[in-house]
T-cell receptor, first 116, second 118 residues
């Protein structure tokens, strides 16, 4: 089976730095991705980590530790437009036919509120 | 390049009816995945299709089915609708070829179909 845990809510002020953690328990693992979803919108891709370490993309960075089954999304210089839900997702090899294909399991999501 | 499109955007059905949702992936994308999103359960994976074959299936009852056509367009069908099927149904496409050594390709989500079952 697979399960992911994230904090349900995080609040921060503009200009601050916030870290959203994700822990996972999966029977297989290819990598961890992060998605952002604004209210009423579709999820949009932010980052993907297959190997341990930090991946930086502008104001957003994502970290993975495979040995700890743990990752986080770091948002710097927060802006009001960053207020949204953030989902971590494990990409796992479970499939309908052996090790072929991919399977996505999303975490419950973290609602980030950025205050002025 | 046009994004992922889903039709219809909104749908109201009654219990016991069936519904078919459609998804057109980004041109060139061969993988299409379907998700159900509800406030209580979050984003749950339904199934993934690649080259007209279902490669993966989530933990949903057999009332939920899908198919993919040769042009990569996909449809999802829910039969004998229940109140609990009310949700936002999202489709996502990617270039992914799958397999243990694949390179991850991000998923591009469509706007979703909001299904209400009365």
């Amino acid at each position: 089976g697979q399960s992911l845990e994230q904090p349900s809510e995080v609040t921060a002020v503009e200009g601050a730095i916030v870290q959203i953690n994700c822990t996972y328990q999966t029977s297989g693992f290819y990598g961890l991705s992060w998605y952002q979803q604004h209210d009423g919108g579709a999820p949009t891709f932010l980052s993907y980590n297959a190997l341990d370490g930090l991946e930086e993309t502008g104001r957003f960075s994502s970290f993975l530790s495979r040995s700890d089954s743990y990752g986080y999304l770091l948002l710097q210089e927060l802006q009001m437009k960053d207020s949204a839900s953030y989902f971590c997702a494990v990409i796992a090899p479970e499939g309908a036919a052996g090790n072929y294909g991919q399977n996505f399991v999303f975490g419950p999501g973290t609602r980030l509120s950025v205050l002025p | 390049k046009a994004g992922v499109t889903q039709t219809p955007r909104y749908l109201i059905k009654t219990r016991g009816q069936q519904v078919t949702l459609s998804c057109s992936p980004i041109s060139g994308h061969r993988s299409v995945s379907w998700y159900q999103q509800t406030p209580g359960q979050g984003l749950q994976f339904l199934f993934e299709y690649f080259s007209e074959t279902q490669r993966n299936k989530g933990n949903f009852p057999g009332r939920f089915s899908g198919r993919q056509f040769s042009n990569s367009r996909s449809e999802m069908n829910v039969s004998t609708l229940e109140l609990g099927d009310s949700a936002l149904y999202l489709c996502a496409s990617s270039l992914s070829a799958g397999g243990e050594y694949y390179s991850y390709n991000e998923q591009f989500f469509g706007p979703g179909t909001r299904l209400t079952v009365l």
